[in-house]
């Protein structure tokens, strides 16, 4: 990278971005020193002003900021690190530092759940119980949702109709964990439709 840290005096700013759900989680300054350990160690590391020494988030409380990549942009004087986030970023107990209402992709983080549902079975999970039915209950009630959703959108209620598509969505979540398939993969293919590749 070729990053300019003398524009800002030997700061740059980096965006910190929650990998999968594509939330802005904080912004703070890197010098390069902060910058390097942040590299070397996998871990996001900031140079605090208000300290005047380097920090690395989590570093107290324990909710680590676990590289995934760095981009900087086309002016090489800002950070953008997508980030696996250990717990709340925000020191007062928030998902981000931006307190936003509500998780505007909280479908990303759902399928994370589903993910560790997987990789660490709950007992008495509904994951784990789908799962343990194999694929074909899995998609039989992806077809029962779609049918449930069909009718609530031509019958039912509005409330009726977001219980039912939100039942729909869940169980296609969980047959495409079934199958492997990402909800990255799908975007990436519907992005491709789109710009008609």
Sequence with gaps: MTID???????????????????????????AEAYQKTV????????????????TKGEESGNFLNVVSIREDCDNDTLLIKVNPVGPTCHKGNRSCFDTAYNQNFIFELEKIIEDRYANP???????????????????????????????????????????????????????????????????????RHSGK
Excluded: C
Excluded at 5 to 31: C, H, R, S, W
Excluded at 144 to 167: K, R
């Design 122 to 192: 709950v007992e008495g999970s509904y994951v784990n119980k789908l799962r343990n039915k194999g694929l074909n209950k899995i998609a039989q009630k992806v077809g029962e949702e779609g049918v449930e959703t069909v009718i609530a959108a031509l019958n039912e209620t509005e409330h009726d109709l977001i219980n039912e598509a939100s039942d729909l969505v869940f169980h296609l979540l969980v047959l495409l964990k079934e199958k492997n398939v990402s909800l990255e993969k799908i975007a990436h293919n519907l992005e491709g």
């Design 5 to 31: 840290f003398n524009k800002g005096e030997g700061l740059v700013p980096a965006i910190i971005q929650d990998e999968q759900t594509l939330e802005v989680l904080m912004l703070g300054y890197m010098n």
């Design 40 to 55: 070397s160690e996998n871990k996001v590391t900031f140079f605090s002003r208000t300290k005047n020494r380097l920090w």
